[in-house]
């Protein structure tokens, strides 16, 4: 049995100025996601580790931004940031789950950085 075919954008804008990735989809879906939250949550061995419970908490990424978005052949996004981090490449499901999921996301990295005593800035 084959695994059901991820949505795929039907548009793609990055908005430099308020450091924004939209993405749309056929079915009317939008999702505006920030680069802070597309840093932190880069699907990147440096980010995500080699397995559960070796990730490595993102801090001071609250004016980070998306220099380029590089095409992956037919199935993902490599998100180019200026602090240099080039690594994660993010398919069109973890860009969905990214986009169904933010407010979960972002609420339980806010407790962590909260917890590590961190900060965004």
Request: glycine share 10%; proline share 5%.
């Amino acid at each position: 049995m084959n695994a059901p075919t991820p949505p795929v954008p039907t548009e793609i804008k990055l908005h430099r100025a308020s450091r924004t990735l939209e993405l749309a989809y056929a079915d009317g879906t939008r999702y505006a996601l920030s680069c802070e939250y597309l840093r932190v949550f880069s699907p990147s061995a440096e980010v995500r580790g080699h397995g559960q419970g070796q990730e490595t908490l993102q801090t001071g990424k609250r004016g980070v931004a998306i220099t380029a978005l590089e095409p992956v052949g037919h199935y993902a996004l490599k998100l180019v940031f200026d602090d240099g981090h080039d690594s994660g490449l993010y398919d069109w499901s973890y860009l969905c789950s990214l986009g169904e999921n933010r407010d979960a996301n972002w609420d339980d990295y806010l407790s962590r950085l909260a917890a590590a005593g961190a900060s965004r800035e």
